[in-house]
């Protein structure tokens, strides 16, 4: 027997094809299609220039081409090509946007495991100290 060595790409979503519907994926995904939901992957999302995504997207690296209507959440990098058009929050740890890519909304260029940390050492106020009963 042979051994195959391991495909870059582990699933496909063909440009003809429309999925309605939450998508989970431990490898990467490359998509060409149309996509109504959010998509959770443990490897590299790519999209092609005419995809179309309707969701949020939580993954680890994501290239993307098309358009986005969603929040983008990569643990390590995104990449925004000049044909991609995102309408989302981005969140990531390395974010590179081309010359002519579209971008409306907000980025926050930290790790998650930083902003967790922010949140677990905030004081909440408590509105009695200070009062004299």
């Given amino acids: ?55 949020n997207i939580n993954t680890t690296y994501a290239d993307i081409s098309g358009k986005v209507n969603g929040d983008l959440l990569a643990k390590e990098k995104i990449s925004l090509s000049s044909t991609s058009r995102l309408t989302g929050n981005i969140r990531s740890k390395i974010l590179i946007i081309e010359n002519g890519a579209s971008f409306n909304g907000l980025c926050k260029m930290n790790t998650i495991e930083d902003s967790q940390s922010i949140t677990s050492s905030k004081k909440v106020a408590n509105l009695n100290e200070g009062s004299k009963n």
Avoid: V
Avoid at 17 to 31: A, C, T, V
């Fill in 1 to 55: 027997m042979f051994q195959q060595s391991k495909p870059k790409m582990s699933s496909i979503i063909g440009s003809d094809l429309e999925l309605n519907g939450d998508i989970n994926i431990r490898g990467d995904l490359l998509i060409y299609g149309t996509i109504n939901g959010d998509i959770n992957c443990e490897g590299n999302i790519t999209t092609s220039r005419d995809s179309i995504i309707n969701g």
